[in-house]
T-cell receptor
Framework: DTGVSQDPRHKITKRGQNVTFRCDPI?????LYWYRQTLGQGPEFLTY????????KSRLLSDRFSAERPKGSFSTLEIQRTEQGDSAMYLC??????????FGPGTRLTVL | GEDVEQSLFLSVREGDSSVINCTYTDSSSTYLYWYKQEPGAGLQLLTY?????DMKQDQRLTVLLNKKDKHLSLRIADTQTGDSAIYFC???????????FGSGTRLSIRP
C-alpha cells in the first residue's frame, strides 16, 4: 500500500499523559499536513511542513503541541499533558504540490 | 475570516441525482474541493476545481462553481447506496498551505 499511513490508529490515554503520533507520507511528497477532526465537524488545520521546514502553524496548536519532520520524510505530532478536550481524530495528509492533499486513516485519541 | 458552510443532511432516492451545496467566504480561494468520508474511514479526495473554472465533470460527478456568489455544488448522477457518506466542501488559497473544510453534508440514500 503506497498511501499515507499513520500509527497508532487508536490511542487511549489518561489526562496529563504525553502522547506521540507518527505519520508516513506518500513517498516523494514534500508537503505534509496535520489536521484535527472532532465529532460532527470537518478537519481543522494544525500545521504544515515543506520538507523538514515547518512553515505554518494554526493558533489551535497550543504550546502543548509540537510537530517535527526531522528528515523531510515521516513526521511526529506530540501532545504533552493531554486534556480531555484533546480527544479527536488526528489526520495527516501529504501532497506533491499542495493543492492535492491525500489523507491517511487518522489516529483516534481518547483522553480519559 | 475564512469560512465554509454547507447543509448538514441530504436524503435522496436511489437512482436520483444528489446535489450538495456549499458557500465560502474567502474571495481569494484558488482551489475548491469535494472530499468524501465513509464511516470509520479517512478522507477521500473526490474532485477539485480551480477558481478560474466554472464547471468540471468527472464520470458521475459534476462540480459547478459560481465565483461571484462564492457558491460551489457537487452533483452526483444516478446516486447509489455506495454513495452514502459525509461529503466535505473545502477551499484553499494559491499557496495551498492549508485547506479549510466545511462541517460536512451527510448523504443518505433511500430505496
Amino acid at each position: 500500500d503506497t498511501g499515507v499511513s499513520q500509527d497508532p490508529r487508536h490511542k487511549i490515554t489518561k489526562r496529563g499523559q504525553n502522547v506521540t503520533f507518527r505519520c508516513d507520507p506518500i513517498s516523494e511528497h514534500n508537503r505534509l499536513y496535520w489536521y484535527r477532526q472532532t465529532l460532527g465537524q470537518g478537519p481543522e488545520f494544525l500545521t504544515y511542513f515543506q520538507n523538514e521546514a515547518q512553515l505554518e502553524k494554526s493558533r489551535l496548536l497550543s504550546d502543548r503541541f509540537s510537530a517535527e519532520r526531522p528528515k523531510g520524510s515521516f513526521s511526529t505530532l506530540e501532545i504533552q499533558r493531554t486534556e480531555q478536550g484533546d480527544s479527536a481524530m488526528y489526520l495527516c495528509a501529504s501532497s506533491p504540490a499542495g493543492y492535492e492533499q491525500f489523507f491517511g486513516p487518522g489516529t483516534r485519541l481518547t483522553v480519559l | 475570516g475564512e469560512d465554509v458552510e454547507q447543509s448538514l443532511f441530504l436524503s435522496v432516492r436511489e437512482g436520483d441525482s444528489s446535489v450538495i451545496n456549499c458557500t465560502y467566504t474567502d474571495s481569494s480561494s484558488t482551489y475548491l474541493y469535494w472530499y468524501k468520508q465513509e464511516p470509520g474511514a479517512g478522507l477521500q479526495l473526490l474532485t477539485y476545481i480551480f477558481s478560474n473554472m466554472d464547471m468540471k465533470q468527472d464520470q458521475r460527478l459534476t462540480v459547478l462553481l459560481n465565483k461571484k456568489d462564492k457558491h460551489l455544488s457537487l452533483r452526483i448522477a444516478d446516486t447509489q447506496t455506495g454513495d452514502s457518506a459525509i461529503y466535505f466542501c473545502a477551499e484553499s488559497g494559491s499557496s495551498a498551505s492549508k485547506i479549510i473544510f466545511g462541517s460536512g453534508t451527510r448523504l443518505s440514500i433511500r430505496p
